[in-house]
Nanobody, 128 residues
């Protein structure tokens, strides 16, 4: 059974950092594209960062460039989202998701439909 479990969310002040973890089971993180999405209150879910299985290519949303990074630990079956210089507009529920087709894309029309498996989400709140 494929499962993804996120952790690491919490409350942080603007300019602070958090590292989210996504632990997977039922597959390995070097076989599917793993993406991080987020959904803020009253807004649509949007893609943030992804890492492809085939070549480790990273795709990202421009608003997180130079602040967020994604990495994976194949042995630990975990993908990490390191978030630095957090802003109030980063407040959202963050989800990790897996794309078995390994498209390696996180930004695009209806891109979330490419991701077949989802975690339950973890809340990130950026506030002073």
């Amino acid at each position: 059974e494929v499962q993804l479990v996120e952790s690491g969310g919490g409350l942080v002040k603007p300019g602070g950092s958090l590292r989210l973890s996504c632990v997977v089971s039922g597959f390995t993180v070097d076989t599917y594209t793993i993406g991080w999405f987020r959904q803020a209150p009253g807004k649509e879910r949007e893609g943030v960062l992804s890492i492809s299985a085939f070549d480790g290519r990273i795709d990202y949303r421009d608003s997180v460039k130079d602040r967020f990074t994604i990495s994976r630990d194949n042995a630990m079956k975990t993908v990490y989202l390191q978030m630095n210089d957090l802003k109030p507009e980063d407040t959202a529920v963050y989800y990790c998701a897996a794309d078995p087709d390994d498209l390696g894309v996180i930004v695009g029309p209806e891109i979330e439909h490419e991701y077949d498996y989802w975690g339950q989400g973890t809340q990130v709140t950026v506030s002073s």
